[in-house]
């Protein structure tokens, strides 16, 4: 059995970990391949630290393609072979004409969702435009999505399912940067990458709309480091570069926005 209070004790996404446990005992029971639902980024990365301390079993994420946020994890005991492709995801493609009532992920995730599944059950959503939108699911749900997904708004849409090499995945926009801080508070960098002022930013740290490294950082005071990934709710990330000291020991700071 694993050590569930010890592992459980320090994590933020509680609930979600208890069930990813749950089938990590599945896996070590039967000596078969578990696989959880589909993780949002602070529930997975909560997940892969905790089977990085664990010997008796592992785990391996994938959501349909490599920049994908939402992913499901595959977990095995640690004698078995193991990679991604034991992870088990399908995609799906909402075809309908959109150029003169544009949906947005909201509305295609919220059709979705209409249809009786439940959000754990779906990964990513890659809006194409005018054309619609295609989504990752687990396999279970592809018959029942092109039988009862068949409107967007108000376009009639026709689901069916694709292969994982037809998901047309736009590389998120980049936009590098340079700025020369006092100090490597969060506040300080995440206002310069994102181009707020330091009020705005500490108040957006405060009610816990910014995350490090997906986890929530409620100090405007937090020290950031070369390699840290700060997110904010509906305003992209910010990878924090190579940090520099200066001759008037500032800190000169790599920022790359991604959106």
């Not at 977990?75 to 992870?87: F, G, K």
């Not at 989504?135 to 009639?156: C, G, H, K, W, Y």
């Amino acid at each position: 059995m694993l050590p569930r209070d010890e592992l459980l004790n320090s994590v933020e996404n509680r609930e979600a970990v208890a069930k990813i446990l749950d089938r990590a005992e599945d896996a070590l029971k039967t000596w078969e391949i578990a696989q959880t639902d589909f993780l949002s980024p602070p529930e997975l990365m909560e997940a892969l630290e905790i089977f990085s301390r664990l010997t008796e079993v592992r785990a391996v994420a994938w959501g349909g393609y490599p920049q994908a946020e939402r992913q499901r994890l595959a977990i095995a005991r640690s004698e078995l072979p193991l990679d991604t492709a034991n992870v088990e995801v399908v995609a799906v493609e909402m075809a309908g004409n959109f150029l003169f009532d544009t949906a947005t992920h909201r509305d295609f995730l919220g059709a979705m969702l209409g249809t009786g599944i439940v959000r754990e059950k779906t990964g990513d959503i890659l809006v194409l435009g005018e054309r619609g939108a295609q989504a990752i699911v687990v396999p279970d749900l592809v018959e029942f999505l092109e039988m009862n997904l068949t409107q967007v708004r108000s376009v009639p849409v026709k689901t069916q399912a694709i292969a994982l090499t037809e998901l047309r995945v736009r590389p998120p926009k980049k936009k590098e940067m340079t700025t020369v801080e006092a100090s490597m508070r969060l506040d300080a960098i995440a206002s310069a990458g994102f181009g707020m002022s330091r009020s705005k930013m500490s108040s957006l740290i405060s009610s816990g709309d910014v995350r490090v490294n997906w986890k929530a950082a409620k100090q405007s005071s937090y020290t950031v480091k070369s390699g840290d990934l700060i997110a904010i709710r509906g305003k992209g990330r910010l990878e924090v570069g190579e940090v520099a000291i200066t001759k008037k020991q500032r800190y000169r700071v790599q920022l790359t926005r991604l959106r």
